[in-house]
């Protein structure tokens, strides 16, 4: 089982980035798909979800609603993290997650938003 972020980086604020997630040795389309994200000194946060198979039903933290867009395409295997206006605050290493009944975690991809 692999869980591969990708997209992360350093950006201006108010910049975008999208974050990929590749997955391999399971059943995609059969778990749910979150993102994750820690900042230095802070626990683990949930940002984002998307519920399996078509991902028809989303989730969203407070604090990333109406920036963060969340998605997933089962032929590739793969879910996404469109983040806009980004903010300082938004600085954290983020996380890939499968569940479904178990868990998976991919290795994290740093996102520095600074001028």
């Known amino acids: 089982v692999q869980l591969v972020e990708s997209g992360g980086g350093l950006v201006q604020p108010g910049g975008s980035l999208r974050l990929s997630c590749a997955a391999s040795?399971?059943?995609?389309?059969?778990?749910?798909m979150s993102w994750y994200r820690q900042a230095p000194g802070k626990e683990r946060e949930l940002v984002a979800a998307?519920?399996?198979?078509?991902?028809?039903?989303?989730y969203y933290a407070d604090s990333v609603k109406g920036r963060f867009t969340i998605s997933r395409d089962n032929a590739k295997n793969t879910v996404y993290l469109q983040m806009n206006s980004l903010k300082p605050e938004d600085t954290a290493v983020y996380y890939c997650?499968?569940?479904?009944?178990?868990?998976?975690w991919g290795q994290g991809t740093q996102v520095t938003v600074s001028s």
């Open positions: 997650n499968a569940r479904a009944g178990n868990q998976y």
């Open positions: 040795g399971f059943t995609f389309s059969s778990y749910a």
């Open positions: 998307i519920s399996s198979g078509g991902g028809g039903s989303t």
